[in-house]
C-alpha cells in the first residue's frame, strides 16, 4: 500500500497502458487508489496489466481500442464510464515511432505515427473532456518527448507528431481552464521500455549495450525507468499540481539542458 492515496475514488484512462510507460502509470495510479480503464490495440497486454492490478487488490478494466479511430475512441470512453461510473484523468501516452527520411517513409507509415500520436490525443480528449466536465472538472496528461525540442536523424514523422502534442496541450489548457480540467504534456528523454528496446534492435551491436550508451549520452549516465516517469504523470495529474497547466513538462534527466559541449 502506498503511504500515497490522492486519486481514492477517481476513474482514470491509460491509452497504451499495456506495456512501458503506460503499464507504470496504470499501476501506480492503481495503488494510489483511481480505477484504472487501460486502453490499448494490444489485447493481450491491456489485459496482463488489468488482471495484475486486479490481484493486487486495484480496480481495472482492459479496453481494446486503436486510439487514432473515432469510433474506437468514444466506445473507449463509453466502455470506461459504464464500467468504472465516469472519467476524471486521461492520460494520452499512446504512441508508436517509424524511422526514416521523408522520401522512404511511405504515406501510410507518416499516418500511422501522426494519427496515434497526435490525432488519438484530439480524439480521446473530444470525448473524454464532456465526461469530466459532469464531474465538475479533471486533469490530462499529453505524452510529447524531448524530440520536440530537440531532434536527431530518420524520425520526422515522430518529431512532427511530438511537437504537435505541445501546441494541442496549450490550447486544450486555455479553452477547458474553465471546466476545471488542467492540461499538461510530458517530454520525456530516453526510457527503458519495449519502444526503447525496438529502436535499440534496429541499430548495430548488442540492444542492451545500446541502450546504455545511450543512457551515457544523459547527463546521470543511465536511461530513464518508465516508473520515474509515472511520478511525473501522477504529480501533474494530482492537485499538487493545482498551478500547473499548459505546460510542456521535461523530464529527461538533463539530457536537453545540454548543448554546446
Ligand atoms: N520510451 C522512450 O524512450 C520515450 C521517450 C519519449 C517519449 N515517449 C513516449 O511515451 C509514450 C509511451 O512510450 P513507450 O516507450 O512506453 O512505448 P511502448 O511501445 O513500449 O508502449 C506503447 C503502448 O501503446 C500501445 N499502442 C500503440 N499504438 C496504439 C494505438 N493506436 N491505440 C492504442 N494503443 C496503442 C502499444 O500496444 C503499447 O502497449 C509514447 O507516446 C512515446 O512516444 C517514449
Given at each position: 500500500m502506498s503511504s500515497y492515496d490522492r486519486f481514492t475514488g477517481t476513474v482514470a484512462m491509460v491509452t497504451g497502458?499495456?506495456?512501458g510507460i503506460g503499464a507504470a502509470v496504470a499501476r501506480a495510479l492503481a495503488r494510489e487508489g483511481a480505477s484504472v480503464a487501460i486502453v490499448d490495440l494490444d489485447e493481450d497486454a491491456a489485459g496482463s496489466v488489468a488482471k495484475e492490478i486486479a490481484g493486487t487488490g486495484g480496480r481495472a478494466v482492459a479496453v481494446v481500442a486503436n486510439v487514432g479511430n473515432a469510433g474506437d475512441a468514444q466506445k473507449a470512453v463509453e466502455r470506461t464510464v459504464g464500467e468504472?461510473?465516469?472519467?476524471?484523468f486521461l492520460v494520452n501516452n499512446a504512441g508508436v515511432v517509424i524511422y526514416g527520411e521523408v522520401p522512404d517513409i511511405t504515406e501510410a507509415e507518416w499516418d500511422t505515427v501522426v494519427d496515434t500520436n497526435l490525432k488519438g490525443q484530439f480524439l480521446m480528449s473530444k470525448y473524454a473532456i464532456p465526461e469530466m466536465r459532469r464531474r465538475g472538472g479533471g486533469a490530462i496528461v499529453n505524452f510529447s518527448s524531448v524530440q520536440a525540442l530537440i531532434s536527431q536523424r530518420e524520425v520526422a514523422a515522430y518529431a512532427a507528431s511530438k511537437g504537435g502534442v505541445v501546441s494541442l496541450t496549450k490550447t486544450l489548457a486555455l479553452d477547458h481552464a474553465k471546466d476545471k480540467i488542467r492540461v499538461n504534456c510530458v517530454l520525456p528523454g530516453s526510457v527503458r521500455t519495449p519502444m526503447l528496446w525496438h529502436a535499440a534492435e534496429l541499430a548495430p551491436g548488442d540492444p542492451e549495450e545500446t541502450i546504455e550508451q545511450w543512457g551515457r549520452i544523459h547527463p546521470r549516465g543511465t536511461v530513464i525507468e518508465p516508473e520515474e516517469i509515472a511520478s511525473v504523470v501522477l504529480f501533474l495529474l494530482?492537485?499538487?499540481?493545482?498551478?500547473?497547466?499548459?505546460a510542456a513538462y521535461v523530464a529527461d534527466a538533463g539530457l536537453s539542458a545540454q548543448n554546446a559541449f
Amino acid at each position: 500500500m502506498s503511504s500515497y492515496d490522492r486519486f481514492t475514488g477517481t476513474v482514470a484512462m491509460v491509452t497504451g497502458g499495456g506495456m512501458g510507460i503506460g503499464a507504470a502509470v496504470a499501476r501506480a495510479l492503481a495503488r494510489e487508489g483511481a480505477s484504472v480503464a487501460i486502453v490499448d490495440l494490444d489485447e493481450d497486454a491491456a489485459g496482463s496489466v488489468a488482471k495484475e492490478i486486479a490481484g493486487t487488490g486495484g480496480r481495472a478494466v482492459a479496453v481494446v481500442a486503436n486510439v487514432g479511430n473515432a469510433g474506437d475512441a468514444q466506445k473507449a470512453v463509453e466502455r470506461t464510464v459504464g464500467e468504472l461510473g465516469g472519467v476524471d484523468f486521461l492520460v494520452n501516452n499512446a504512441g508508436v515511432v517509424i524511422y526514416g527520411e521523408v522520401p522512404d517513409i511511405t504515406e501510410a507509415e507518416w499516418d500511422t505515427v501522426v494519427d496515434t500520436n497526435l490525432k488519438g490525443q484530439f480524439l480521446m480528449s473530444k470525448y473524454a473532456i464532456p465526461e469530466m466536465r459532469r464531474r465538475g472538472g479533471g486533469a490530462i496528461v499529453n505524452f510529447s518527448s524531448v524530440q520536440a525540442l530537440i531532434s536527431q536523424r530518420e524520425v520526422a514523422a515522430y518529431a512532427a507528431s511530438k511537437g504537435g502534442v505541445v501546441s494541442l496541450t496549450k490550447t486544450l489548457a486555455l479553452d477547458h481552464a474553465k471546466d476545471k480540467i488542467r492540461v499538461n504534456c510530458v517530454l520525456p528523454g530516453s526510457v527503458r521500455t519495449p519502444m526503447l528496446w525496438h529502436a535499440a534492435e534496429l541499430a548495430p551491436g548488442d540492444p542492451e549495450e545500446t541502450i546504455e550508451q545511450w543512457g551515457r549520452i544523459h547527463p546521470r549516465g543511465t536511461v530513464i525507468e518508465p516508473e520515474e516517469i509515472a511520478s511525473v504523470v501522477l504529480f501533474l495529474l494530482s492537485s499538487d499540481a493545482s498551478a500547473v497547466t499548459g505546460a510542456a513538462y521535461v523530464a529527461d534527466a538533463g539530457l536537453s539542458a545540454q548543448n554546446a559541449f
